[in-house]
């Protein structure tokens, strides 16, 4: 199995320079609160998909630094790093694959990531935007075309939104943007009804393994298509225009739907306890990974950030007894002779 060997970082947020090796199996991060932990799981993240997940490229640089650079080696000897600054003339990241650079991490180039943090326990509780955030992410991981049809969908949404901002708009002008959003607004719906069919395939058998108990549990995607998605799609914006003008945005199409989770028949996030919902969690993290080995044969590297503060032992014992490389950050260190430990 091949595994991230070694991570080094310079100029990245509190750290000058900082390097560790990591273990093919658990690597436990561990030190006071501030001393930079989940700013080692954001370089890997970067690294390996291209983006942070809780900030910008100048969020990141170090303060009264320019720049920041993050690298990458991997057991089987390959390297990657990443380089930003900002007073260079592209001002964009740079990504170097074994002395190839790129200014975009391609979807060949980037590696399969299990990334599971504090904020997850509140998907269920969460905003419709955190869980819509939740299926595209993981949607785009396994489908490149699905990220660009996201990233399309949103550029022609600015451009209908800022129509509507305007005193006076006709319906011929929407019309056209009307046209773009059905054509890939259709795709993203009907992509992320298919992964939720998938989800349920199995999400009961998982978490009633986790849980121990017998327990029905279901995901729904909020809005119900039974014939043409684009056809549908596109008369509700037409539909919409009026009412659209009056709200100065767009108030229907897949940016305003959900994802909803039901606990034996019945609306999860009102009645499952602390304990049910983690569960549940934990149930989507594994499927994940599951998926995400079956669709790029690749086993994903799994990062834990901050997480067992909110984990029982048992729930805990179940997240690192897996054969995955995991990167853990904790703030005490746990006690197993099995894993590498690094305090910070």
């Known amino acids: 199995m091949v595994y991230i060997k070694a991570l080094s970082v310079q100029n990245f947020r509190s750290h000058d320079t900082y390097s560790l090796k990591l273990s093919p199996e658990t690597t436990v991060i561990t030190g006071k609160n501030g001393s930079g932990k989940t700013s080692l799981i954001e370089a890997l993240y970067i690294a390996l998909q291209g983006s942070s997940f809780r900030g910008s490229d100048t969020d990141i640089v170090k303060h009264q630094t320019d720049w920041y650079r993050v690298d990458v080696e991997f057991s089987d000897g390959l390297k990657r790093s990443v380089k930003f600054d900002p007073s260079k003339p592209t001002s964009r990241k740079q990504f170097s694959i074994n002395d190839k650079i790129s200014y975009r991490l391609s979807a060949k180039d980037k590696y399969p990531v299990v990334l599971f943090e504090p904020d997850d326990l ?39 939104n800022n129509l ?36 349920n395939n199995t999400i009961s058998d998982v978490y009633n393994s986790i849980a121990q108990s017998k327990d029905i549990i279901s995901i729904h995607y909020s809005h119900t298509f039974i014939d043409d998605i684009k056809q549908k799609l596109l008369s ?64 994903p590297i799994v990062l834990l950030d901050d997480v067992f503060s909110e984990l029982d032992q048992d729930r805990k014992n179940n997240l690192l007894t897996t054969t995955y490389q995991s990167i853990v950050t904790a703030n005490d260190i746990l006690k197993d002779d099995n894993y590498n430990v690094i305090e910070i």
Do not use: M
Not at 174 to 190: K, M
Not at 246 to 268: C, E, K, M, Q, W
């Open 164 to 199: 509507l901002k305007k005193q006076y708009t006709t319906n011929n002008e929407l019309f056209v943007w009307n046209i773009t959003l059905s054509e890939y607004g259709s795709y993203i719906i009907s992509e992320r009804i298919a992964f939720i069919e998938k989800l």
């Open 122 to 160: 509140r998907l269920l509780s969460g905003s419709p935007a955190r869980r819509r955030e939740f299926i595209d992410t993981f949607i785009s991981q396994v489908d490149p075309r699905y990220h660009a049809a996201v990233r399309k969908y949103e550029r022609a949404l600015k451009q209908r």
């Open 236 to 299: 509700e914006l037409t539909l919409g225009s009026e009412k659209d003008k009056i709200l100065g945005f767009t108030s229907v199409g897949p940016h305003r739907h959900d994802v909803i989770f039901n606990y034996n028949g019945t609306l999860a996030d009102p009645i499952t306890s602390r304990g049910e919902n983690r569960s549940i969690i934990l149930a989507l993290k594994y499927i994940e990974i599951e998926i995400l080995e079956s669709i790029l044969d690749k086993k």
